[in-house]
T-cell receptor, first 117, second 113 residues
Framework: DQQVKQNSPSLSVQEGRISILNCDYTNSMFDYFLWYKKYPAEGPTFLISISSIKDKNEDGRFTVFLNKSAKHLSLHIVPSQPGDSAVYFCAASARPNLGFGNEKLTFGTGTRLTIIP | KAGVTQTPRYLIKTRGQQVTLSCSPISGHRSVSWYQQTPGQGLQFLFEYFSETQRNKGNFPGRFSGRQFSNSRSEMNVSTLELGDSALYLC????????????FGPGTRLTVT
C-alpha cells in the first residue's frame, strides 16, 4: 500500500519557467512533509519541509504548498535551472518526536525532473 | 562537518552469501536509519537505531538486520542473499533536538548475481 504517491514519473520544463511537482498521501496521521532531491550515484539531499500546521513554506526558489483537506502537497521551483534536473522524492512522517524514536520517513517513488535549456 | 559516509560504495555478491554494510553518521548525530531503494519502489524504510537500540522497523524479512555501536556508527547485515536484494542501500542520520530532516549518505550499491 503506497501511502505517499507521486503519480508523475517524469516532468520536463523549459529553463526559466516554473516546475511543479505533486505528491499525494493517504495516511491522515502524517503531519510533517519533506522534499528530497537526488542526483545519480548520490544519496538524497534535503530540500525543503513543511509542518501540517502550515500551508506554505518558502526557501529561495523553492516553495512547498500543503493542502491537508485534499492530502496533497506540491513543490514549486521558480525559475527552473538546468542544475535542478534530478529525481525529486516526497516524504512524510507521522507524529515525529524531536527527541528520539519514530524516525521513519515514508517516501514516494519519485519524479524525474528534466530542465530543458 | 563531514557528511554521512557509507562503505563500501559498490558490492557484488552471489545468491546465498551474506553481506555487511557500514554507515558513519554525521558527528554528533545519534539516530541512524537505513533505506532500500529499488527502481519503481522508491525508498523503503528498513530500520532505525538510536543510542544502540532499534526503535523502528520496516516490513522486511528477518534476513535483514542491523546494529549500532556506542560511537553511533551502524552496520546492516543481509543474510542468505536473494537476487531481489539487489538495490541501493542508503543510510541517513539525524541530530537529536534538530528538525526532522534526515541527512543521507551516498549509498552502497549491492548487486546479487
Amino acid at each position: 500500500d503506497q501511502q505517499v504517491k507521486q503519480n508523475s514519473p517524469s516532468l520536463s520544463v523549459q529553463e526559466g519557467r516554473i516546475s511543479i511537482l505533486n505528491c499525494d498521501y493517504t495516511n491522515s496521521m502524517f503531519d510533517y512533509f519533506l522534499w528530497y532531491k537526488k542526483y545519480p550515484a548520490e544519496g538524497p539531499t534535503f530540500l525543503i519541509s513543511i509542518s501540517s500546521i502550515k500551508d506554505k513554506n518558502e526557501d529561495g526558489r523553492f516553495t512547498v504548498f500543503l493542502n491537508k483537506s485534499a492530502k496533497h502537497l506540491s513543490l514549486h521551483i521558480v525559475p527552473s535551472q538546468p542544475g535542478d534536473s534530478a529525481v525529486y522524492f516526497c516524504a512524510a512522517s507521522a507524529r515525529p518526536n524531536l527527541g528520539f524514536g519514530n524516525e521513519k520517513l515514508t517516501f514516494g517513488t519519485g519524479t524525474r525532473l528534466t530542465i530543458i535549456p | 562537518k563531514a557528511g554521512v559516509t557509507q562503505t563500501p560504495r559498490y558490492l557484488i555478491k552471489t545468491r546465498g552469501q551474506q553481506v555487511t554494510l557500514s554507515c558513519s553518521p554525521i558527528s554528533g548525530h545519534r539516530s541512524v536509519s537505513w533505506y532500500q531503494q529499488t527502481p519503481g519502489q522508491g525508498l523503503q524504510f528498513l530500520f532505525e537505531y538510536f543510542s544502540e537500540t532499534q526503535r523502528n522497523k520496516g516490513n522486511f524479512p528477518g534476513r535483514f538486520s542491523g546494529r549500532q555501536f556506542s560511537n553511533s556508527r551502524s552496520e546492516m547485515n543481509v543474510s542468505t542473499l536473494e537476487l531481489g536484494d539487489s538495490a541501493l542501500y542508503l543510510c541517513a542520520s539525524r541530530g537529536q533536538g534538530s528538525s526532522y530532516e534526515q541527512y543521507f549518505g551516498p549509498g552502497t550499491r549491492l548487486t546479487v548475481t
